[in-house]
């Protein structure tokens, strides 16, 4: 593994990764909440992540939301009060631009913020679903957030309960957003790993399935995270992200590509 430590050795490596990500293209994002940290939205596992004050299986589990929606309804209230607020950060931006020089093929996000997609990434995939949509347990009606029904737990007009379109702990991820996504990582000759604790299963298997299919895994994240990484770049995503891209336009304007 290469490392890299802030202001240790960085322009180097940046340049080095940008050479590579031209050279190879190909190349597919696999983030995770550290992507929108500095969106103010908390992560997960990090210092005062949620799960630091929530234990996830209460809060976030399928069997708990089974028993007391408004448990999850009240900790998606802390999550993410007002959707218009959180806004895509320099992170989300980079990749936007990295998809547009044809460099990055797809995002895989095991977020639900939705910001890559408003950041302007067209091809992204969401595995674990999008916090904005909501439906019915019951009839299957949909809902699209903010237009939810205002109470605690919020209930549908059949009066049946609404769920977040978002996977919940127990819950299998929907096989054809997950195939697309293990598609997406085989056949990539690149994997960017950013802000991800990279522990959660399944989404923690497709670095290595990208690896063992001859791609690169080049990993961006305040710590290492993945240990297999052939790069990491010890830094925000806000920092590093925009940094890949300068690299990359110095190299596409000196080989005028
Ligand atoms: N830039 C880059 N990385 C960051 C930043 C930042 N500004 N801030 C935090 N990180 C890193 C942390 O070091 C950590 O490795 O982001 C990672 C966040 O890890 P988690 O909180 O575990 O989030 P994630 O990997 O997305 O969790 C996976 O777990 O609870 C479930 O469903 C939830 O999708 C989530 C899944």
Not at 87 to 105: D, F, M, S, T, Y
Not at 140 to 165: D, R, T, V
Not at 177 to 183: D, H, L, P, S
Request: hydrophobic share 40%; with cysteine.
């Amino acid at each position: 593994m290469i490392l890299v430590k802030r202001n240790v050795d960085a322009e180097a490596i940046y340049k080095e990764v940008a050479a590579l990500m031209v050279e190879r293209r190909q190349c597919v994002a696999l983030t995770g909440a550290g992507v929108s940290a500095e969106s103010g939205i908390p992560t997960f596992r990090s210092k005062g992540g949620l799960w630091e004050k929530y234990d996830p299986i209460e809060f976030a589990s399928i069997e708990a939301f089974r028993k007391d929606p408004s448990k999850y309804w009240s900790l998606r209230g802390e999550f993410i009060k007002d959707y218009d607020r959180y806004q895509p950060n320099k992170a989300h931006l980079a990749l936007a631009e990295l998809e547009k020089r044809g460099i990055v093929r797809c995002v895989i996000t095991q977020n639900i913020d939705g910001l890559h997609k408003k950041a302007g990434s067209k091809n992204v995939i969401e595995i674990h679903g999008n916090l904005m949509e909501i439906c019915c347990l019951t009839c299957g009606k949909e809902y699209k957030a903010p237009n939810i029904p205002e109470e605690m737990p919020p209930h549908c007009s059949c009066g049946g309960i609404l769920k977040p379109n978002t996977v919940l702990f127990g819950e299998e991820l929907p096989a054809d957003v997950f195939m697309k996504a293990k598609e997406a990582s085989a056949g990539c000759k690149i994997m960017l790993l950013v802000g991800t604790s990279a522990i959660v299963q399944p989404a923690a298997s497709l670095p290595y399935l990208a690896k063992q299919n001859g791609a690169k895994i080049i990993e961006i994240n305040i710590e290492n995270a993945f240990p297999d990484a052939d790069y990491f770049i010890m830094e925000k995503a806000g920092t590093a992200l925009p940094n890949v891209v300068g690299e990359i336009d110095k190299i596409r304007r000196v080989n005028l590509i």
